[in-house]
Every structure is written in C-alpha cells, then in structure tokens.
C-alpha cells in the first residue's frame, strides 16, 4: 500500500473564504498519519484560488476548480478536482448505478428509489422515466448507439428500451435471481447477463431468446465485461456448433467477478475456461484495458491488474484502502476507480500522481462514467457530480 494524502471534502468551498482551511493528511504504511492545514490567502482575478500549507505539505499548482498537493516526507503527491457541478433532483435515494451515452448528451441511472431515468448531461433535468421492472433496478447501461438501453433488476428481468420513447419492446426470463451486471457485444445484436443464481446468459435481442448459459458458477456473479481476447490465447472449440445468432462472440473474452472470491475468464463462443484467479476477497467488478490486461476489483479494496496470456500472478495489486471497490472504468492511459468511502480516483500510466474526484464526504460512489473530458459519478448521497478535467 503506496502513502496516500487526503483532503477535506469540501475543500473548495472552505478554501473560497478569505483565510479559510481546510485539513490535509498523508496516511503512510506503518508509520503514523501525517496531518497539516491547507489556508487560503484569496482569490486571484481568474478565479484560482491562492493556497498556502502547513511545513508538512506543499502546494504544487493551483486552478479554479483544482489544488496539486504534495507530501515530500511520503514521496507523495495527489491533485485534488471538485465538481464542475452536482444534479440532486434526479433520484430521490442513493443512485446505485450510471452511463453516458456515446454523445455525451444523455445520463441514464437507477437508484433505491426503485426508478430508473434518462437525463440531460448538461444540467441533470430529467427526460424520461423507463418503468416495468418490479423492485429495484440493479444495473444499466446504454447499447453503442446510444438509443437503446439495457437493464436488470431485483425481479430477475433483463429488458431492452428506447430511450427515445421509453418502451420496452424486449424483456429476457430465465436467470432465477437479481440480475447483477450486463454487457453489450459489439453493435448489441447480443447481450449478456450476470446474476445472484450464479449464472451468465447469452442473449439474441432480435428473437428475444437465451443463445445459451455461457458459465455457470455456484455462486453469484457481481460483475461482467466482454473484450476482444489475444490472438495468442487458446479459446478451445466451442461445446456445439456455433449459431449464426451469435454474432460477433469469436474472439471475445468474457470476465465474470464471483462472490466466492474467484475472477474467471471464459471464451464467448467457446464457452471453455481460460483462467480463474482467486483474490484476497469477493470480487465486485472487473474490465478489460486492452487484450492482454485487465482489471478487477474486490471488497477488501484491492484492485488486481492481470496479464490474460498468464493470469496466475498480478502485473500489480494496487490498495489504496480497505474499502470496496465497486466500479473501474478505463479512461485514458489509465483507469477511473471508484470505492465505498467515497473516494473515486483517476490513475494514469503517464502521471506520477493520481487524480482524485472529490465531493462525497463518505457515501459510497457507486460507478463513475465518462465522455470525452467529463467524468460523471453516482453516490449513496443521492447526487450525480460532474468532474470536467479541463478544469485541472
């Protein structure tokens, strides 16, 4: 575990008062907690804030909506973004999940309010409620065209919507628990679902039918992603012969984040094991940065990196707490992540900081997505930030 300095949550607002503070502290592995004051001596005529530290810290680079700081006893340093802004009247209750659409114009969440919506990503105003799930509605997400949506919930449904109208012309059975995570292959001719009966289904949208069971796990499946497998990794052959309903599935890769504390890697069409890595605790998430590696994220917050051509030990564990990892988004030349302490962070290969999405004090962020130069973020507290990282 890396030192890692933490900043007051609303530091913005603390720091825009004429010598205002806001606290500072570097947690550094097995030795005490460093803790300093940030104090603000003004704000300049562009609106940057003028920042001073306490002897511990030191103040990098200063913008309007950011503050680089850095910890030279712990060899650490973090830029810190507050949010361009916050829409609070989308859901009522916690917003358990989020995306974006590929033109950056539409949101799409689900909460504990039992609704799910489509809302405009400029100012948060809602356009539509998509309603026909019983109970809450777990997951959701955009098809590639961004008209179509995918979701499912509590009530063991998956169901196809346009998010143009808000019907729903397609609604999958056959899982026989909550579902937990989908994915799209490719244009979304197929989907796929993760559920609590530990199950993951292949499913043809134009014909509304179950292609197959494409793993079953004994235990529930959190979390799902499909990506495009090296051409050096043996799929085996498939268990039957392939339908020309099964498009696009030749050389994916599925990843399935078990509750049982196992990552397994199945090929699409094959539906043959490739790998199955066992973690430190429940694994919750999981994604793809490229054809070899891979992402995923478990509840004790360890975030594990993987080589798919030898998946038998990590290229990196990355811990920066013990929360749980509840989503990882690739962004970049590196990855967003997001965890139960409200903290949610961006990691990039070619920085030798980290960036970190300010603004929830300790409600958990639950997904972050992202279009372009805007990242979006959902919470138990019920608000959506919006981080523009132009704004760093």
């Known amino acids: 575990m890396e030192a890692r300095i933490l900043l007051q949550s609303g530091w913005s607002e603390a720091l825009r008062k004429n010598e205002g503070e806001a606290w500072v502290a570097c947690k550094i592995p097995g030795k005490p ?11 300049s005529h562009d609106g940057s804030l003028e920042i001073t530290a306490s002897e511990e810290f030191r103040v990098l680079g200063v ?23 916050c829409f609070p009247g989308i859901h009522d209750n916690s917003i358990t999940c989020m995306d974006i659409s590929c033109g950056g114009g539409l949101g799409l969440s689900t909460s504990t309010d039992g609704t799910m919506k489509i809302w405009n990503c400029k100012n948060g105003e809602r356009r539509r409620e998509l309603t026909g799930h019983v109970y809450d509605v777990n997951c959701c997400r955009f098809f590639p065209s961004g008209m179509v949506v995918l979701s499912g ?11 143009e109208n808000g019907s729903c012309p397609v609604t999958f059975k056959g899982h ?19 559920s609590r009966d530990g199950t993951a289904r292949l499913w043809d949208c134009g014909k509304s039918v179950c292609l197959a069971v494409v793993a079953d796990c004994g235990a529930p499946i959190n979390g799902c992603s499909i990506g495009v497998a090296d051409n050096t990794i043996n799929q085996g052959s498939p268990e039957e012969p392939s339908s ?46 490229s ?89 138990r507290d019920g608000l959506v930030r919006k981080y523009q990282l132009s704004d760093l």
């Not at 913008?63 to 802004?85: D, E, G, M, Q, W």
Request: net charge neutral; hydrophobic share 35%; with cysteine.
């Open 63 to 85: 913008s309007k909506r950011s503050v680089h700081i850095s910890c030279p006893c712990a060899n650490a340093a973090s830029k810190f973004l507050s949010p361009y802004t």
């Open 176 to 194: 026989k628990a909550g579902i937990l995570d989908t994915a799209v292959v490719e244009r979304g001719r197929n989907v796929l679902s993760c």
């Open 153 to 163: 919930g509590m009530d063991t449904l998956v169901k196809v919507w346009s998010a």
């Open 244 to 289: 020309d309903r099964e498009v696009g599935t030749e050389d994916k890769l599925l990843l399935l984040a078990r509750e049982d504390k196992k990552l397994q890697a199945v090929g699409l069409q094959s539906r043959q094991p490739i790998f199955l890595f066992e973690g430190s605790d429940a694994f919750n998430c999981c994604t793809f940065l």
């Open 291 to 379: 054809s070899i590696y891979i992402l995923a994220g478990t509840h004790d917050g360890n975030i594990y990196k993987l080589d798919t051509r030898n998946a038998k030990t990590p290229v990196q564990t990355v811990h920066r707490s013990g929360a749980p990892v509840y989503s990882l988004m690739p962004y970049r030349e590196g990855f967003i992540v997001s965890q139960g302490d409200g903290s949610c962070y961006l990691i990039q290969q070619d920085l030798d900081h980290v960036i970190e999405l300010t603004g929830p004090e300790a409600d958990p962020v639950y997904k972050a997505a992202a279009w372009e130069k805007c990242i979006f973020t959902c919470c």
């Open 33 to 43: 907690t460093v803790y300093g004051t940030l104090t603000s001596q003004g704000v």
